[in-house]
């Protein structure tokens, strides 16, 4: 039973980072591609995160931060 609290609570995670970096890019002001260019990152890895497709890893948020000057 801890271990399907657990997943629920990284998910619940998860979601929260993902609203929070469609936020920021919001904020921002930029588009997905926009803020791919200025990741090195394709558009569509953008959009596969944002749409919550596929887990993200790490160094990919990490990536996709660095250069607007935002960490984990």
Do not use: W
């Not at 399907?4 to 970096?21: G, N, P």
């Not at 591609?33 to 990152?41: D, F, I, K, L, P």
């Not at 993200?56 to 607007?68: A, G, M, R, V, Y």
């Amino acid at each position: 039973m801890d271990k399907i609290k657990d997943e629920k609570r990284l998910m619940e995670l998860e979601y929260s980072l993902i609203c929070d970096f469609i936020k920021l890019r919001s904020e921002l002001g930029l588009t997905q591609r926009q803020m791919g260019e200025a990741s090195n990152t394709i558009r569509e890895i953008i959009a596969v995160i944002e749409t919550r497709k596929k887990h993200p890893q790490i160094n990919t948020l990490i990536k996709l931060l660095e250069p607007i000057g935002y960490t984990l």
